[in-house]
């Protein structure tokens, strides 16, 4: 039976879909690429790059002084700075690697330091892979060049740093600003520490700001996740990201410090997300996808306003780069054709570049089935709609059967999620927060059921 119009469930779509689905920063997902097909998959696709078409990097920094509970990362604490440092040198020979056996210098139109904590990098090192990325890569001057910051890291010398890299965003972890929650997830992280590390880097130059803010924690209770919500408008970043915390610590053993009974229902994390999203939205926030929020004269804004908004492995971007070349332990390169993984470990990363071999391990060859199915999700995801006259100039007659899938898919919808209004396929704005669902109907591969994803919202 299909739901009424205009009544949504949101409770009831949940329990029926196990609230657990992929957060599709791609597709297939990375559980489902394949060992050891990396390498030569990797040879190929370079091969096939265009020397003329602007690429997007991704450098990614498995380091931290400290282990956060919540984090879901490739990372690892140390308290010794020398590991970091000769790990920077091996991200550098992959970049020159990579630029050898290329054969020319892609135009670099965005890059993303990820981690861990870009900014627990020494300003020398930070400098060092400025010098390497410039060496293998034709920076166009408008690339956007963005960086995870933990403010505990951020000193007049990481600056400096970060203005070698040219920075233009800075992507700052809060969390939750209560001291009962942060002990509970072990990230003390002051509103004072980080509204000065946001003025130290507006007074540099480094103007563009974004910060995260994590529902679904530990102890966090209403009264608490407000307060939170409103000290980080009286920061005024550009952008504001609204992440569902995702207990995982079958995966991310760390995560089992933090106690299950000190977690929100279901319930609540629903409860918590729509009020936050609210207040932001009162705040003069665009609302941008399903947990995004930026100013209006914000590129991601205007990207979303204008049907361009992307959605890559860091989530929503105004990024249109078509290729992501992803450097160091565990990075994801998106081409056309497919998706290639790094291995994860730091030391057998380590080895493999400092052999002379592709890191790549993991790897997914992209079928037709594939990108029309991407193309799909992607759509639904960032435009919480899809034009079907669009998706067949787009594929083609291949096009057709997909068109048949999604009208059938709504004819059929129990909950009432989607409506189609002549040839468009669209989620019905009550159930925005639900994307993440309605984006698994066209998913292949998850009903097979082989991978444990997170809560929806």
């Known amino acids: 039976m299909i739901a009424p119009a205009g009544r949504?469930?949101?409770?009831?779509?949940?329990?029926?879909?196990?609230?657990?689905?992929?957060?599709?920063?791609?597709?297939?997902?990375?559980?489902?690429?394949?060992?050891?097909?990396?390498?030569?998959?990797?040879?190929?696709?370079?091969?096939?790059?265009?020397p003329v078409s602007s690429?997007?990097?991704?450098?990614?920094?498995?380091?931290?002084?400290?282990?956060?509970?919540?984090?879901?990362?490739?990372?690892?604490?140390?308290?010794?700075?020398?590991?970091?440092?000769?790990?920077?040198?091996?991200?550098?020979?992959?970049?020159?690697?990579?630029?050898?056996?290329?054969?020319?210098?892609?135009?670099?139109?965005?890059?993303?330091?990820?981690?861990?904590?870009?900014?627990?990098?020494?300003?020398?090192?930070?400098?060092?892979?400025?010098?390497?990325?410039?060496?293998?890569?034709?920076?166009?001057?408008?690339?956007?060049?963005?960086?995870?910051?933990?403010?505990?890291?951020?000193?007049?010398a990481a600056v400096a740093g970060l203005r070698a890299l040219e920075m233009t965003r800075a992507s700052i972890g809060v969390q939750d600003f209560d001291p009962v929650v942060q002990a509970a997830i072990n990230r003390p992280q002051s509103f004072e520490v980080t509204r000065d590390v946001i003025a130290m880097l507006r007074?540099?130059?480094?103007?563009?700001?974004?910060?995260?803010?994590?529902?679904?924690?530990?102890?966090?209770?209403?009264?608490?996740?407000?307060?939170?919500?409103?000290?980080?408008?009286a920061l005024q970043p550009e952008r504001v990201a609204l992440f569902g915390y995702a207990h995982v610590p079958h995966v991310k053993k760390h995560q089992a410090m933090i106690r299950t009974e000190d977690l929100p229902g279901r319930n609540a994390r629903l409860s918590d997300a729509e009020r936050a999203s609210r207040a932001f939205?009162?705040?003069?926030?665009?609302?941008?996808?399903?947990?995004?929020?930026?100013?209006?004269?914000?590129p991601l804004a205007k990207a979303a306003r204008s049907g361009r908004l992307r959605r890559n492995f860091q989530g929503y971007t105004a990024d249109p780069c078509e290729t992501l070349i992803g450097f160091g332990a565990s990075a994801i390169s998106r081409f056309a054709g497919g998706?290639?993984?790094?291995?994860?470990?730091?030391?057998?990363?380590?080895?493999?570049?400092?052999?002379?071999?592709?890191?790549?391990?993991?790897?997914?060859?992209?079928?037709?089935?594939?990108?029309?199915r991407g193309h799909i999700i992607e759509r639904l995801m960032c435009d919480f709609g899809l034009d079907l006259d669009d998706l067949a100039r787009r594929f083609g007659a291949a096009a057709e059967p997909y068109a048949r899938e999604a009208l059938r898919l709504a004819a059929t919808d129990p909950d009432g999620l989607v409506r189609v209004s002549g040839r468009r396929f669209a989620i019905r704005p009550e159930a925005r927060s639900l994307a993440r669902v309605v984006a698994s109907w066209f998913d292949a591969h998850l009903r097979s059921g082989e991978a444990r994803y997170s809560q929806a919202v």
């Open 8 to 50: 949504i469930n949101h409770r009831a779509v949940l329990a029926r879909y196990g609230a657990e689905v992929p957060r599709y920063t791609s597709y297939p997902t990375a559980p489902h690429f394949g060992e050891g097909a990396g390498a030569p998959l990797f040879a190929e696709l370079c091969a096939s790059l265009d």
């Open 55 to 156: 690429v997007s990097v991704y450098l990614h920094v498995p380091f931290c002084d400290r282990l956060c509970w919540f984090c879901g990362c490739h990372t690892k604490q140390t308290r010794r700075y020398d590991p970091v440092a000769a790990y920077v040198g091996t991200l550098t020979r992959e970049i020159a690697a990579f630029r050898r056996r290329l054969g020319f210098s892609p135009r670099l139109g965005a890059l993303h330091l990820g981690g861990g904590s870009p900014s627990f990098l020494a300003a020398d090192d930070m400098r060092r892979l400025a010098e390497a990325l410039r060496a293998a890569f034709d920076v166009c001057p408008d690339a956007e060049i963005s960086v995870e910051i933990d403010p505990s890291d951020v000193t007049p």
């Open 203 to 233: 007074s540099s130059g480094l103007v563009s700001i974004n910060i995260d803010v994590l529902y679904g924690l530990p102890l966090q209770t209403p009264g608490r996740l407000d307060a939170t919500v409103e000290k980080v408008v």
């Open 281 to 298: 939205v009162r705040a003069g926030y665009e609302a941008i996808g399903i947990d995004h929020f930026a100013l209006h004269a914000d």
């Open 339 to 372: 998706y290639v993984q790094n291995t994860v470990p730091t030391g057998l990363y380590r080895d493999r570049v400092e052999a002379g071999e592709p890191a790549a391990a993991r790897g997914y060859r992209l079928t037709g089935d594939d990108l029309i």
